[in-house]
């Protein structure tokens, strides 16, 4: 049966074809609608299955792989950073090993569209030694799903599923398994002590050959099962390409455009690879190019005089594949020597950038002008985090950015290291659930004095508003938690009169002041985007431009930047009747000449 | 295009920003292709698209291996606004069709494409269709007056009603709107 699928909607129809019957994992993006689409369907299929978002990578890692380990199938999702943070239990869990399959899909991002860094899964995977498939569109990865279940069951380790952007956000006529019954397992935990609490160093050790052992038998497999047929199906030319994942579509396409002739060799699994056996390939060829991204883990296991790539610079080492990049190679190599089919020729005139903005009624915007209007920004720092609230950066309201829940340590690190400074710290709710919980109890501890902001507006809303915690289940509180780490901890219900916002912050600066260690301000607020609530929050109060008044100061479009906000032909400032939401906010304080009014009309 | 139709091979992007339905023109091409039995594989760049920045939508239609699209290749642009189009411009043919949103400010002179214009954001303004379907009525002037363009207004209509039977009635009528306004 054919099906038009987004990349992450295939592998999430893998999963369930594949009887993966718990999955656990935390949002980022490209891999956030993989769980989003098993909860889907669940649902619209009626499904005996555990689909849940947990509070961090590291947590969902193992909640899904203690399922393997009494013999569910099981998977984990996350972003490339998000295995940063499972890593830990990534690493061990490569030694002990599981009994029902343990899927663990990474979606790398190379090209930095969403991400802080273009880490390459496929190399972590190498240094976990565990294996590792690389799918190149939507159809591989629903197909590859499968797959890695099988091979984990098989040689019963951890096996990852590593999608790029360009697979998880590739939309494509897929063909899926028509007729089937999903067979959830009954999970049975069987004691094994020496196996599931092995510890070092005899334990570990032993589990350390093992895992050799089982690295020499999946070559063996890879080599059999997937790269033998790959060999043999070539035509036998003089030049070979080796390529796993999207650098085969990018090859593929790039070798037919410029018309030249090549074996082409997929690795579904580039990780582990039969090194020798593929040299002995190397013999019947005069040269080899790799096409992989974002890092050369292919290359690096079978790397001979014959190979080029990335490591002598033949193919381009950062950022995401081009097809003009292959070209660029084939030149180098004297494979190609026409014209370059990809110029890049752009409009003679440079075009003004359109960086994405917190949206307009958004209360991020509100919170953070007001904090620069009492911190004021020569005398402060401003250490945030991973969010939507990272927009925030547009209005010059945020210093760093690290990763999940660096704010708060950052701003213990700050306070120690500048101390006359106000350090005023922002984060998220489902960041500080994530990563922003130990570094505050590091902080009250230690005694070190800052404002942690907590945006709580009870969504994951970078990524798609998924269900944070205290969305689903109301048992969990910010604000519990910020003062059962000891902080003094103020609650603030964010309303749409920026003076109100103001106040609390000029009383969060008199605490701040008489404060000895951290306090913590929640902000309770909701998110534009969050359709179940926006309506109790929205005023419907619409502003428009008193011409005369506006003066055109840039106040609006620099510090307080609501998109609507823009100027029109002569010079005034102009409310766009297609962005603008109706929060209010901007009829107090923003403008300086009052030049914002309600527009009585549209309100009604 | 029209009569070697398994043989396609087509390339689109489509440009805009947060908001304006881009995704959803890939959606109802991709739904095209399928009931044609054409093969197709398109990318959309999803991250930061409902906070109002930059998207921009990919589309390849027939025997492709990867979703994006490189320099100097796409067949057709689909410009939901000026300088959307204009950002992406270097991913079009130099013979290629370009089909925008734009004002008469536009500097159609200096682009080599053949260049299919209206002013849709003056139209919506001015109430003549929602400005939500300002997607569906860029694929109507494409209908309209781009030779190449692989699928039909029945087509396009087939799929319509496939994707959402509620709205598609609503979509028709803008669709057919922007046919009838490029015609003059």
Redesign the interface.
Same mark, same amino acid.
Do not use: W
């Given at each position: 049966m054919?099906q038009?699928l987004?990349g992450n909607d295939a592998i999430a129809l893998g999963m369930i074809h594949s009887n993966i019957d718990m999955v656990s994992g935390y949002p980022g993006?490209?891999s956030s609608e993989i769980l989003t689409n098993v909860q889907k369907l669940k649902k619209q299929m009626n499904l005996d299955l555990y689909a849940q978002w947990a509070t961090n990578e590291k947590v969902g890692f193992e909640v899904a792989y203690a399922g393997a380990i009494a013999g569910r199938r099981a998977a984990a999702t996350m972003k490339q950073v998000g295995l940063n943070v499972a890593s830990d239990a990534l690493m061990s869990a490569a030694y002990i090993g599981n009994l029902g399959a343990f899927v663990l899909v990474v979606a790398d991002d190379p090209g930095f569209?969403?991400s802080q860094t273009e880490q390459d899964s496929r190399v972590f995977a190498k240094f976990a030694k565990i294996p590792v498939l690389d799918p190149?569109?939507p159809q591989d990865g629903y197909d590859f799903v499968s797959l890695a279940a099988d091979i984990s069951e098989k040689f019963q380790t951890p096996t990852m599923l590593r999608p790029v952007m360009?697979v998880c956000?590739?939309?494509?006529?897929v063909e899926v398994k028509e007729e089937f019954e999903f067979k959830p397992t009954k999970g049975e935990f069987k004691r094994d002590i020496p196996r599931w609490a092995a510890v070092p160093r005899a334990g570990r050790l032993r589990q350390g050959y093992e895992m050799i052992d089982r690295l020499e038998a999946i070559k063996e497999y890879n080599w059999e099962e997937l790269i033998k047929p790959e060999f043999e199906a070539c035509k036998g030319g003089k030049f070979l390409v080796l390529c796993s994942g999207?650098g085969?579509?990018?090859a593929?396409?790039a070798l037919d455009d410029l018309g030249v002739e090549a074996d082409i060799v997929k690795f579904k699994m580039p990780y582990p690879l039969p090194a020798e056996k593929i040299k002995e390939q190397f013999n019947n060829y005069e040269k080899v190019l790799v096409v992989e991204e974002p890092m050369p883990c292919i290359e690096e296991q079978i790397l001979t005089e014959k190979v080029h790539g990335k490591l002598d610079n033949t193919m381009h080492i950062i950022d995401?594949l081009?097809?003009?990049y292959i070209q660029d190679a084939l030149k180098k190599l004297g494979l190609y020597d026409k014209e370059n089919?990809?110029?890049?020729?752009?409009?003679?005139e440079e075009?003004?950038a359109?960086?994405?903005?917190?949206?307009p009624g958004c209360p991020h915007r509100d919170v953070y002008y007001s904090i620069m209007k009492v911190f004021k920004k020569k005398k402060s720092i401003y250490p945030s985090d991973i969010g939507?609230y990272t927009?925030a950066i547009n209005q010059d309201a945020i210093d760093t950015v690290l990763c999940m829940g660096a704010s708060v340590s950052m701003a213990s690190g700050f306070s120690i290291a500048d101390p006359d400074k106000y350090t005023v710290a922002t984060i998220g709710d489902s960041t500080f659930f994530h990563g922003g919980i130990p570094p505050l109890i590091n902080a009250v501890y230690q005694k070190h004095k800052f404002l942690l902001v907590i945006l709580d507006n009870s969504v994951v809303a970078m990524t798609g508003r998924q269900q944070p915690p205290q969305r689903q289940n109301g048992e969990v509180d910010i604000a519990k938690i910020a003062e059962g780490c000891g902080a003094k901890t103020f609650e603030y219900q964010y309303s749409n009169d920026l003076n109100n916002t103001i106040d609390f912050f000029k009383e969060m600066k008199k605490e701040y002041e008489k404060a000895e260690g951290p306090i913590v301000a929640v902000v309770r607020e909701f998110c534009v985007?969050d359709k179940d609530v926006v309506n109790d929050h929205l005023p419907g109060e619409f502003s428009t431009v008193i011409e005369e008044k506006c003066i055109a100061c840039d106040h609006c479009t620099t510090v307080y930047k609501c998109?609507p906000m823009a100027y029109n032909d002569d010079d005034k400032i102009e409310i766009d009747p297609?962005?603008c939401i109706g929060c209010g906010s901007c009829l107090n304080v923003v403008c300086p000449t009052e030049a914002f009014t309600l527009d009585e009309e549209r309100g009604k | 295009m029209k009569k070697g139709v398994n043989k396609m091979r087509y390339q689109i992007v489509i440009a805009g920003?947060?908001g304006q339905g881009s995704v959803f023109l890939?959606?109802i091409l991709?739904?095209c292709?399928?009931n044609k039995n054409v093969?197709? &594989?398109?990318?959309?760049?999803?991250?930061?698209s409902?906070?109002?920045? @930059?998207v921009s939508c990919t589309?390849k239609l027939g025997d492709?291996?990867?979703?994006?699209i490189?320099?100097?290749?796409a067949d057709l642009l689909i410009g939901l606004e000026k300088?959307?189009a204009?950002?992406n411009?270097?991913y079009l043919k130099q013979d290629g069709t370009l089909a925008v949103n734009a004002d008469e400010s536009f500097?159609k002179e200096? &682009?080599k494409a053949t260049t299919i214009q209206i002013d849709a954001f003056s139209k @919506?303004k001015n109430k003549e269709f929602p400005?939500q379907g300002l997607n569906v009525y860029m694929l109507g002037i494409v209908l309209a007056k781009c030779e190449d363009f692989p699928f039909t207004l029945e087509d396009v209509k087939e799929a319509l009603v496939q994707f959402n039977p509620k709205v598609a009635q609503q979509n028709i009528e803008v669709l057919e709107k922007a046919i009838a306004d490029i015609k003059g």
């Open positions: 054919k038009t987004m993006t490209p569209h969403s190149a569109t360009r956000h590739a939309r494509q006529i999207t085969y579509g990018f593929k396409e995401e081009q097809k003009v089919i990809y110029p890049v020729i752009p409009f003679k075009i003004p359109r960086p994405p903005n917190l949206c939507c927009l985007l998109p297609f962005l | 920003f947060g890939v959606k991709a739904l292709a399928g093969a197709c &594989l398109g990318t959309e760049n999803h991250g930061m409902q906070r109002g920045g @930059a589309i492709y291996t990867n979703p994006v490189d320099a100097n290749q300088n959307e204009l950002r411009i270097s500097p200096d &682009l @919506a400005i």
